[in-house]
């Protein structure tokens, strides 16, 4: 999954972009991991990493998910509308096919929780959310990729 979200409204000049994915090392498949930045007021803060396991709840046009940090956490939701996406499926270089369903409309919600701090929740409407899977999504019919 990867997301992309900016201008929170309270903080215009606000991003996040994020990619939560399970890497394989060897033949097993490690749990999920997130990596990627919350940027608020020219801070950048980082969020996952290798040993900082985030809960994830995903499917197509919803994702759920805590993403620990070193000093915050942040919990957020993403919304997406049928009409508002696009799926493809392409072919998978180790074999087989993967199905990918792009939005560039999607509403994403977020607080973020640190130490010492209030937590901080935001919303946008500009956010892009992308979920991809080598298995069906049932009832989505992947559009042709352009030829060349």
């Known amino acids: ?67 620990p940090s070193p000093a915050a956490r942040l919990e957020l939701r993403v919304t997406t509308e049928d009409d508002d996406a696009v799926v493809v499926e392409y072919a998978d270089p180790k074999g087989g096919a993967r199905v990918v369903r792009h939005a560039t409309l999607a509403r994403v919600e977020l607080t973020l929780h640190r130490r010492g701090a209030r937590e901080l929740t935001l919303s946008s409407t500009r956010g892009a959310y992308e979920y991809g899977t080598s298995q069906p999504m049932p009832g989505i019919v992947p559009q042709p990729l352009p030829e060349g």
């Open 1 to 67: 999954m990867w997301l992309h979200a900016a201008d929170f409204g309270a903080a215009p000049e606000g991003w996040l972009e994020l990619v939560l994915a399970r890497i394989r090392a060897g033949p097993p498949r490690l749990p999920r991991t997130a990596m990627g930045a919350l940027s608020l007021s020219g801070e950048q803060i980082a969020l996952g990493g290798l040993g900082r396991r985030p809960r994830v709840e995903a499917r197509p046009g919803l994702l759920t998910a805590g993403v």
